[in-house]
């Protein structure tokens, strides 16, 4: 059939004097130079799609303070240690940062909201920081802490701040859980490393502690 319609063509363009050959070359031409152009056009309009798409998110800093571009928005607790006055125990606040956050983690802050006991002590020189989960534990991470007893706040910053991608778990050690049992709860918050962090809030953690000898 191509053969033929090849033959046909070839045939007409005799009957026109010879022109027809002419003819099918342009027609031919026009048509490989418009393929070729509809090809570029198609690679000039989605190249740049593309490359908007890999580019990789920036801490967003506003009148001299430094967000988040995507924060991260929840924090796990684990306690392994469940019953008042117990020993050698540590409370576990892990968190992912976000792939597109932008900035890495430059520290966190964590407030004790309620429970009976306002007294237990922690120690802020026996925290320590690493990446993974508990019990199954990666590198470690170096961290500073503070702890304001009277406020019962812990104030922990990131030397090395984690990057976007990593979870993070921080560890903080009391000398005894709580004398009282209750559900004690804590309020996390994440700082962007970088100028006047705007903390992003994580949500609460909760803590329950039990009586050794239930009634």
């Known amino acids: 059939v191509v053969g033929g319609f090849r033959l046909a063509l070839q045939s007409r363009g005799s009957e026109a004097g010879g022109g027809g050959d002419l003819v099918g070359v342009e027609q031919r031409e026009r048509l490989r130079r418009g393929g070729a152009a509809l090809a ?21 800093e506003l009148q001299g303070q430094t967000w988040f571009a995507k924060p991260p928005w929840k924090v796990v607790f684990r306690n392994y240690y469940w019953y008042v006055m117990q020993t050698g125990g540590e409370y576990y606040f892990t968190l992912t940062l976000p792939e597109q956050a932008g900035v890495g983690l430059g520290g966190l802050l964590i407030q004790q909201t309620r429970g009976v006991d306002r007294q237990f002590p922690l120690m802020a020189e026996r925290s320590r920081a690493f990446l993974g989960l508990p019990r199954r534990e990666g590198a470690a991470i170096p961290v500073e802490a503070d702890f304001d007893n009277q406020r019962r ?24 859980n ?19 962090p705007v903390p992003a809030s994580l949500g609460f953690a909760t803590m329950p502690i039990y009586s050794a000898f239930p009634l």
């Open 40 to 60: 570029l056009a198609t690679v000039l309009v989605t190249v740049p799609a593309l490359s908007d798409a890999v580019r990789p998110a920036r801490a967003v």
């Open 178 to 196: 709580p004398t009282q049992a209750d559900t004690y709860m804590f309020a996390v918050q994440a700082l962007p490393a970088g100028p006047n």
């Open 153 to 176: 706040i812990f104030s922990l910053r990131f030397p090395q701040p984690p990057q976007p991608g990593q979870t993070i778990t921080v560890a903080l050690r009391p000398w005894y």
